[in-house]
DNA sequence: TGACTCATGTCAATATTCTGACATAGATTA
DNA sequence: TAATCTATGTCAGAATATTGACATGAGTCA
């Protein structure tokens, strides 16, 4: 309709279903992590410390998404249950870096079979083109969006 | 790396991807709608009702992807500052159909253009095709997730 | 008409996340 | 060395969103 000038017409917005896309797929995870106990924010710092030992806390924020305090309070329950640990004393600065327990480990393995499967399912109805390309485009994205200088 | 069997490949998972765009949106849109004292739900409520006039509290909720508690809880706020108005009595079923005052228009107005600078900045590295392409391949992923089966 | 199902609006309690703040450790610079 | 800057871990309070629950109204079906 008449975008021009008015507001921002969602049904053509490619933020509107950016935001839509990851709202799904966000359900889907929760659907299915659900059964198992789990977050998706509880799960993304289980495999992150599976792909990267060691990772800070901050670090593992930052690649969940989410603030540090945020974080260190997951990660103290994550201590507490026995799926990860963390050395008592910094080996050097203030860093903690943690690591998973077999326990966490065990733990992962399962949620990972059933994020796959969400995932496969996202993918299903894409060639390997229109992924590539997607892949493209989110980067792009991504990189625009960085680029500080919020105000413009 | 070794994904065959282990975890989730996080540096080439569209998944992660998906989630690190829709991350950066929300943080881009955050930084300029701070200024005016606004959030992004907020806004979302305020964009929905100036496209579609007289949406009632669950659909607003669909459409900003909260729950229909959030969005209520949100309403309220909103129709106390006057920025929205609601009749008393539902004119038909229980179904309260929801309307942007004068002064939530001239909210939205500033919020809009804010918000478009951003879709304008993420919008900027791509061609006109990789927007369409891209387009497409969200709607596919969406599409896909919705296909409910959870489980599998 | 009556029973059943589904969607809605709303209250309450809980959970999650964020903002604000502080002390500390390493790097940088003079 | 000393001052400054940046990043980290963490505590506390506030904001935000969620789950659970209930009553109500509309639609379906017998």
Redesign the interface.
């Given at each position: 309709?008449s975008q021009d000038g008015?507001?921002?017409?969602?049904e053509?917005?490619?933020?509107y279903?950016?935001?839509?896309?990851?709202?799904?797929?966000?359900?889907?995870m929760e659907?299915?992590l659900r059964p198992l106990g789990m977050t998706v924010t509880h799960y993304s710092c289980l495999?992150?410390l599976?792909?990267r030992p060691g990772l800070s806390n901050s670090e593992l924020a930052r690649?969940a998404?989410v603030t540090r305090q945020s974080m260190n309070v997951l990660l103290q329950t994550l201590e507490r249950d026995g799926y990860v640990t963390r050395p008592a004393t910094a080996p050097v600065g203030k860093v903690l870096p943690t690591r998973l327990t077999p326990r966490g480990r065990r733990s992962?393995a399962k949620a990972?079979a059933a994020?796959?499967?969400?995932?496969v399912?996202?993918?299903?109805?894409?060639t390997q083109a229109?992924?590539s390309?997607?892949?493209?485009?989110?980067?792009?994205?991504?990189?625009?969006?960085?680029?500080d200088a919020?105000?413009?």
């Open positions: 309709m008015g507001g921002i017409d969602l053509t917005s490619l933020g279903l950016l935001k839509e896309a990851s709202s799904a797929l966000r359900q889907a659907a299915v495999e992150l599976a792909q690649g998404f992962l990972t994020v796959r499967s969400v995932e399912r996202m993918l299903g109805g894409m229109e992924q390309s997607a892949f493209t485009s989110l980067q792009s994205m991504i990189h625009s969006l960085r680029d919020a105000g413009g």
